[in-house]
């Protein structure tokens, strides 16, 4: 049994979205994306091992770096930095969910990824004087790391186990846009949520039920489709032993999903179907 490589379980590049005022949607612009003072404490080099760009980091490094840290509880949409501000601090999602946003000068929106359990927010500061190319809210509850930037820039340039811990992950990165971009242009929208719900399925179970970690509006973004897309690709699913009501998903079998994977890539050329909705499906 082979599985696909989708940027669904990375948090692919994906949909659009407008959330000017007059726009309905599930954008920051209109109710949320909060600035409020949160509850912090301070944090010691056994939180900061939780980050996955410290996994391989020595403790000397850890316990520099280790000074000032804080973790910060977020509710659902608190606004943790904007687009365009001064790099302050550097970011890890310890639990939760955090979404990560670009804002086009129109006002519309473009969800980037979203980060979880141990996945650096935004990206590393290399110098001073740097700024947050996207925005960073979160989703429902969260915790996240915090360290200062000015330290984390000094320690880059003085350790060498730090700086390999940042070539690592920026070659991780580059690695998850390229799977990105491949998905986006080879995969169909039945294709990018069977993944999606594979990579939700735990390990070593055929049979399992669980919660999709966030609404379907964001699956959406997510996926780079959109929500009436969705719809119809869950729908198409539940051939193939997937059944879910509201947030709560049932696959019957893992292996089976995953061996169908190719088959629900050639479905998109069923007999019968136009070219119109052909591209409308992979829209």
């Known amino acids: 049994m082979m599985r696909p490589i989708c940027c669904a379980s990375e948090g692919c590049a ?4 407008d959330t000017s005022p007059a726009a309905q949607g599930y954008g920051a612009g209109q ?10 404490r301070a ?14 980091v020595d403790g000397g490094t850890l316990s520099r770096l280790s000074a000032d840290v804080r973790i910060e509880s977020l509710q659902d949409g608190d606004l943790l930095f904007r687009q365009g501000s001064g790099v302050a601090h550097l970011s890890f999602v310890l639990s939760g969910y955090v979404k990560l946003m670009r804002t086009a000068p129109s006002g519309r929106q473009t969800l980037i990824g979203i980060r979880s359990d141990g996945e ?3 990206e590393a500061p290399m110098g001073a004087d740097e700024i947050h190319t996207v925005s960073a809210e979160s989703v429902g509850a969260a915790r996240v790391l915090k360290l200062p930037a000015p330290r984390f820039a000094r320690l880059l340039k003085e350790s060498p186990a730090l700086c390999a811990a940042v070539m690592r992950d920026s070659k991780a990165s580059i690695a998850r846009l390229v799977g990105e971009i ?4 080879s995969q169909n929208a039945d294709q990018r949520l069977a993944h999606f719900i594979l990579s939700l399925c735990p390990p070593g179970e055929d049979r399992c039920r669980f919660r999709l970690p966030y609404d379907k509006r964001l699956i959406a973004a997510r996926l780079g489709v959109k929500q009436e897309t969705l719809s119809r690709a869950f729908a198409k699913l539940r051939a193939h032993g997937v059944r879910t009501e509201t947030r709560n998903v049932q696959v019957e079998s893992v292996t089976h999903l995953a061996d169908q994977y190719d088959r629900l890539g050639r479905a998109g050329i069923a007999v019968g179907r136009s070219d119109a909705e052909k591209r409308h499906d992979a829209a």
Request: net charge positive.
């Open 14 to 17: 994906s949909l659009t979205i």
């Open 31 to 40: 109710r949320k994306g909060r600035a409020v003072r949160r509850a912090s």
């Open 43 to 56: 944090a010691g080099p056994g939180e900061l091992r939780k980050a996955l760009l410290f996994a391989e």
């Open 120 to 122: 650096m927010i935004g």
């Open 182 to 185: 491949e998905a986006l242009k």
